[in-house]
């Protein structure tokens, strides 16, 4: 769209200049927003499922309703991309090119923890609101209070490892789970790392013997050991805190050996349409990261436009939560304007609503309202537990894999 | 001196003063591209004080940043920032001096890809380690502004150049360049080789690891994944082939104008940047095969030639 006018522009102007050329089009007439995130790189699978869509939806819709209400006068928005390859060197510099040549008057936050928190001096220093979604911590209150335009949406990895053990608790209660026997495993890479040293406390703490704890490198081809020993232990519960290629190929060898187990969890991505796309029935009851309330009117119309639009099913997670980002950064600039401080503040102090239900960040910047676990059920990923979220469903036991 | 020499320092004192002055005259986007030359400038110019007269090429530089970054990433909470860029740079030494007593005896692309392996490895290592102790990444929160980083990473550079002005009039430099065009003439001329590619090694591997340990703050948020990124390596072998390796001034010929042509395509097509760089590769290994410097020379050379014949 935008995309065609500025490669020719800059491909005579840059090529000459060497640098970046200033953005000729007028600012007053349109609203600017910059994004940068991961098109290439370790990363790209997962921003080009739950980001790089939302944000071409989000614009394609607001366009389409006549723009952004700023004080009155209607504004089309023009969106400029770049990316990151995966490299918090290349999100400084996008950002920073962003700030000061694009003069982007808002600036969509990064995609994954360590990339949003290399961009946020910057968008401090430019005083650019940053509502963050992939950016998943325990550090909420440091960041936030060392960066006070940063906003966290997720959740936190405590609040993502500690629902998984309410509902295994609960599930043992109700008598679902007839043992304590817990096979755990994670991949060796930061979140898989953080996940399972919260958990592990929280599980012996309610009770449960972790008969089975083992760690994976990440991008491990061949899966069939660790789930083999897994079996061997004879768990009543699987637990894997895993990456998206290890959350595949994990599922994959499970089904391989018919794991034997009345609850099965794997971490990021198990709330993708492809998984259930690839599992089918064998993913009937399997529980994963995050989760949404797909019965809301809301969500389905979303996950329709999201369809609509960009030709892809949203993810059962992250995408709804990157929406409504958006959806907030828009209901701020409509009531406070285009000034960045004035929509900070507004961001900070009211209640916004969106395809999620209500949205606030009264306490360290951080909305306490979020999915945290959810499970496959009739073909559609539903959450099953969250931080104050309506509309949980009652979990499941896992019935073979077929 | 000779007064080649003399204009020759006068020229680089000057230049090194346009630099140091940036943060005084430059744009912010302009500061932002001035620390990525340095950062290259540094890193392609130590890379080519070892790979320039000796022809190994090593593919460490990620390594070493790596093990930079993350000396400032445990060590700012209590140590004064300037000693963890010193540790950096005794750890950057002591980690190439290690794998240089065991592999500088290996040749030609066997070097090449143990020093690729390295990476992978140290940063297997320090995965391995927070997984056993469950620590998560780390948190390099500072009040170090860009420009303060900037003008450390300016001053390394001068202190490079230096280096490698000195070792380039040293006994060290010779013997490196008698190696370079025939290791068995060097050995049988009574040079110890393995000491002599060592030395140099740690002073390539030594300002990898200052130049990681300066911009740990810059990037806030260090995990293996993001410190040890392998295209950092290729990206300052690319940086320095371009420029030239066989004069000291010729990495910085290659870092500016490919910081610039990689700010034009990420610009111009965000979503094949990999794509252009990629036939930005091609293209120079195919038509610029002896760098910018091999051109100015073919040029001056030939300009002398004219007038010669007139």
């Known amino acids: 769209m935008t995309m065609k006018r500025r490669t020719a522009l800059k491909l005579g102007v840059a090529a000459a200049a060497g640098l970046a050329a200033p953005r000729l089009a007028l600012a007053s007439d349109v609203v600017t927003i910059g994004a940068v995130a991961p098109k290439t790189g370790p990363l790209a699978g997962g921003s080009n499922v739950s980001h790089w869509p939302n944000i071409k939806l989000w614009s394609t819709q607001v366009n389409e309703a006549g723009g952004l209400n700023v004080g009155g006068t209607r504004k089309m928005v023009e969106v400029v991309e770049y990316d990151d390859q995966t490299n918090p060197g290349e999100t400084i510099k996008a950002v920073q090119r962003l700030a000061t040549q694009d003069k982007a008057d808002f600036i969509v936050a990064p995609y994954g923890t360590g990339l949003n928190i290399a961009a946020a001096p910057l968008f401090d220093r430019y005083g650019y609101p940053q509502i963050a979604v992939t950016a998943i911590t325990d550090q909420i209150d440091s960041l936030s209070s060392k960066f006070p335009g940063m906003f966290f949406t997720l959740g936190s990895t405590t609040a993502f490892a500690s629902d998984v053990v309410n509902v295994l608790s609960k599930m043992r209660d109700e008598g679902t789970l007839t043992g304590n026997r817990i096979a755990m495993v994670n991949v060796a890479d930061a979140f898989g790392i953080e996940l399972a040293a919260a958990g592990r406390p929280l599980f012996e703490k309610a009770g449960f013997d972790i008969v089975y704890d083992t760690s994976y490198p990440l991008g491990t081809q061949d899966l069939s050991p660790v789930v083999k020993a897994a079996k061997a232990a004879n768990p009543n519960a699987f637990i894997a805190w895993s990456y998206p290629p290890d959350t595949f190929g994990l599922t994959e060898q499970a089904v391989i050996e018919d794991l034997k187990v009345e609850a099965y969890y794997t971490a990021v991505a198990t709330s993708f349409p492809a998984f259930g796309g690839r599992f089918a029935a064998a993913a009937e009851g399997i529980l994963g990261a995050g989760g949404v309330n797909p019965d809301s009117e809301a969500f389905k119309a979303y996950a329709a436009a999201h369809e609509a639009v960009t030709g892809a099913k949203p993810d059962y997670w992250a995408s709804a939560t990157t929406y409504s980002s958006l959806q907030v950064l828009q209901q701020a600039i409509e009531a406070a304007g285009l000034d960045r401080d004035a929509v900070k503040e507004h961001i900070r102090s009211h209640s916004f609503d969106t395809i999620l239900g209500d949205m606030s960040f009264k306490t360290h910047n951080n909305n306490e309202k979020y999915w945290t676990v959810g499970q496959w059920q009739d073909g559609v990923f539903h959450g099953v537990a969250s931080t104050g979220r309506d509309g949980a469903k009652p979990v499941r036991v896992k019935h073979g894999w077929s | ?310």
Request: charged share 10%; proline share 3%.
């Open chain 2, 1 to 310: 001196m000779t007064s080649l020499e003399i204009r020759n320092l006068a020229l680089a004192a000057i230049a090194l003063a346009v630099a140091a002055c940036l943060p005084l005259y430059g744009s912010d986007y302009l500061k932002s591209m001035g620390i990525t030359v340095a950062m290259f400038t540094v890193l392609a110019t130590s890379w080519a004080l070892f790979s320039g007269p000796t022809h190994y090429i090593s593919l460490a530089t990620a390594a070493f940043f790596g093990v930079g970054t993350y000396t400032t990433g445990l060590g700012f909470e209590t140590l004064p920032f300037w000693s963890l860029i010193a540790i950096a740079g005794v750890l950057g030494a002591v980690l190439a001096a290690l794998v240089g007593l065991a592999t500088l005896r290996l040749s030609g692309v066997y070097f090449v890809i143990f020093t690729l392996g390295l990476a992978e490895l140290v940063r297997q290592v320090i995965t391995w380690t927070q997984n056993m102790s469950g620590q998560k990444g780390l948190y390099v929160l500072t009040d170090l502004t860009e420009d303060q980083l900037y003008l450390m990473l300016v001053g390394l550079a001068a202190l490079v150049y230096l280096t490698g002005w000195l070792i380039g009039r040293s006994r060290l430099g010779f013997a490196l360049r008698i190696i370079g065009d025939d290791e068995t003439v060097a050995a049988h001329s009574g040079i110890n080789t393995a000491t002599a590619k060592v030395l140099l090694f740690m002073v390539s591997g030594s300002v990898a690891a200052m130049t990681g340990a300066i911009l740990a703050p810059r990037y806030v948020y260090i995990e293996p994944a993001l410190a040890f990124a392998p295209i950092l390596s290729f990206q300052v072998v690319i940086m320095a082939l371009l420029g030239g390796v066989h004069r000291l001034w010729g990495p910085i010929v290659g870092v500016i104008p490919f910081t610039l042509i990689w700010e034009t395509i990420s610009v111009s097509f965000p979503s094949q940047v990999t794509l252009f760089l990629g036939i930005a590769f091609l293209v120079i290994v195919y038509f610029i095969p002896n760098g910018f410097v091999g051109l100015i020379e073919k040029a001056r050379d030939w300009a002398r030639k004219r007038e010669g014949f007139a």
